[in-house]
């Protein structure tokens, strides 16, 4: 469930209250997004999205997008108030219990993983503050949750990476998927590329990518879908296992970057659903149902995050209402 979603779907707003703004020649052609960008200061685009869909932005009386552009006279609406589209701060790492030797944590989604703009908002610096020195040894996308594990120092650091590559140890994740099982389980050994340097997604590219693999199986079988278990090989890199899942033509559930729809509703699982009158319909999930589960070492479970609470509802649901019979 979109937290953006909740927001704007529960909160009652007096008619009086909505904000309206005539547009002059001065914004002329600017998006409502970048027009109500200074006045939220500055805007979180996942709560515009989600006031939009609850029926909150209008222009010139009519349910509006936030990239639409603005024309010299419109008049805007917004039902809601501003300050509730600014950017909230960004969700803490969280401790984890894990073998002597690493330093563990837990990164919720959203998280970007690098260091950015704004300070203290990713998960290298909010690690680092609290374990001086740390070394993280593999790194997740800004949408996937789960396992960040980092060494104390370099040379545990280094002990760590050689046996990520050597296979000795390895990250599991957990995803979920659409589709049918064929397979009980395979490898996806295919190169990866950019179209461009600036781009984010990975491609599939035989002749200029970089060589890698990705482990998958099947841990459980639902009515149109599949929960799967992934390994990179390698210790992986960054968007392997969402690009591998593209080019086995099952990506990640709600992973729209790589082709799914953006996000998976309840009344698209349960054909009685009934919602509330007058209330848009929340969500059960809009980021990639993609988890960093655990570290193993050998057969030992060195480290491990327990899944999300987004994606644990979402598993229940589809246990309830999409069992094999």
């Keep these: 469930m979109s937290e953006g979603d909740s927001l704007f779907d529960e909160v009652e707003l007096d008619e009086d209250e909505a904000r309206r703004w005539e547009i002059g020649r001065e914004h ?4 409502i997004h970048d027009f109500l960008d200074p006045v939220a200061g500055p805007v979180d685009r996942k709560r515009l999205f989600a006031a939009a869909r609850a029926g909150r932005l209008r222009l010139n009386g009519q349910p509006a997008a936030p990239g639409s552009a603005l024309r010299v006279g419109d008049v805007l609406e917004l039902q809601a108030d501003p300050a509730d589209l600014g950017r909230r701060e960004a969700a803490e790492l969280r401790l984890l219990p894990g073998e002597e030797g690493l330093i563990v944590a837990g990164k919720p989604s959203g998280l970007p993983f690098a260091e950015g703009r704004r300070p203290g908002r990713s998960v290298v610096e909010q690690l680092r503050r609290s374990h001086p020195g740390a070394r993280p040894v593999h790194k997740l996308d800004k949408e996937t949750s789960g396992l960040v594990i980092a060494a104390p120092d370099a040379g545990a650091e280094a002990a760590l990476l050689a046996e990520l590559r050597s296979g000795q140890a390895r990250v599991e994740y957990f995803a979920i998927v659409r589709g049918t099982q064929r397979e009980a389980s395979g490898v996806m050994d295919v190169p990866l590329g950019k179209r461009r340097r600036s781009d984010v997604r990975l491609e599939p590219d035989p002749e200029r990518g970089e060589a890698c693999a990705t482990e998958w199986r099947v841990a459980e079988a639902l009515r149109g879908f599949l929960v799967l278990t992934l390994v990179p090989r390698g210790g992986g890199r ?15 559930l709600c992973d729209a970057l790589y082709g799914e729809d953006d996000r998976l509703l309840l009344s698209q699982l349960k ?31 060195a480290a491990e995050a327990p899944l999300p609470d987004d994606l644990a509802v979402l598993l229940a649901q589809l246990r309830r209402l999409r069992p094999l019979r």
């Design 28 to 31: 002329r052609g600017l998006s």
């Design 271 to 301: 054909l009685d659903y009934r919602g509330k009158r007058g209330r848009p319909e929340r969500p059960l999930l809009d980021r990639p149902a993609l988890h960093a589960a655990r570290l193993m070492r050998g057969i030992r479970v």
């Design 238 to 252: 960054s968007h392997q296992v969402r690009a591998h899942l593209a080019a086995l033509g099952q990506p990640a």
